[in-house]
Nanobody, 124 residues
Framework: QLQASGGGLVQTGGSLRLSCVHSGRTISDWATGWFRQAPGKEREFLVGIRWSAGSTRYADSVKGRFTISRDRTKNTVYLQMNSLKPEDTGIYSC???????????????????WGQGTLVTVSS
């Protein structure tokens, strides 16, 4: 089970930190990804991390502004979002899976579990 939180309303240029808590299973060999769905648009991959190696993969749209990290002791993945823009508005969801290699981190179909999403609104 995944629980995403931390969304809210922020002004352009502001920051937010999202959390994705994994409960119910050990995730040391898993991967977690963050996806976004903006109004009227398809779901978009943002960033993913493989827990064992800590390797990460970012979409070009967020590279340099967003940072993913993990806390093994809390079974939690964080998404630090800086320099937010109005086009970052959307529902942010985290997903997790146990058979995801680096090249599949951006593929929603590779993930087994999805959180409920948290809304991020960036005002201009």
């Amino acid at each position: 089970q995944l629980q995403a939180s931390g969304g809210g309303l922020v002004q352009t240029g502001g920051s937010l930190r999202l959390s994705c808590v994994h409960s119910g299973r050990t995730i040391s060999d898993w991967a977690t990804g963050w996806f976004r769905q903006a109004p009227g648009k398809e779901r978009e991959f943002l960033v993913g991390i493989r827990w064992s190696a800590g390797s990460t993969r970012y979409a070009d749209s967020v590279k340099g502004r967003f940072t993913i990290s993990r806390d093994r002791t809390k079974n939690t993945v964080y998404l630090q979002m800086n320099s937010l823009k109005p086009e970052d508005t959307g529902i942010y969801s985290c997903a997790a899976g146990s058979r995801i290699i680096y090249s599949n981190l951006d593929n929603p179909s590779a993930y087994d579990y999805w959180g409920q999403g948290t809304l991020v609104t960036v005002s201009s």
